[in-house]
């Protein structure tokens, strides 16, 4: 009995925990929620470019490695984008949007000249 009590809880409390997420994600900036959405499509990129080099193979071994560091790198720096852009993120220093997507825009660039370099 006490097992099925247990049980029962746990799953009200990540019912709970799920709803109280959903809650405070809802009040999160648009802008937020659109690089949410590019760090998952990013994050499934580079997933199903893994997926596709254990299935097939890796003749083109430099293609494959070109693929996955640029989905990698455009991951981390959207990622750094989201945390400079979070008005929660102010640790004493004010970085403004413009400045912060400008940065982005930069690293991302000189990311896909090495990788379009590295591709021959």
Sequence with gaps: MSTTASTSSNSLTFTSIV???FDSYSKTPQ???IIDLFLIYTFVTGVIVFTYCCLVGTY???SFLAAFISTVGSFILTACLRIQ???INNFGKTI???RAF???LLCN???HLVVFNFLG
């Design 19 to 21: 709803k109280s997420f």
């Design 31 to 33: 802008k937020l929620k």
């Design 60 to 62: 083109p071994f430099n």
């Design 85 to 87: 852009i979070n008005p």
């Design 96 to 98: 403004s949007i413009e």
């Design 102 to 104: 400008t940065d982005y």
């Design 109 to 111: 660039l000189i990311l």
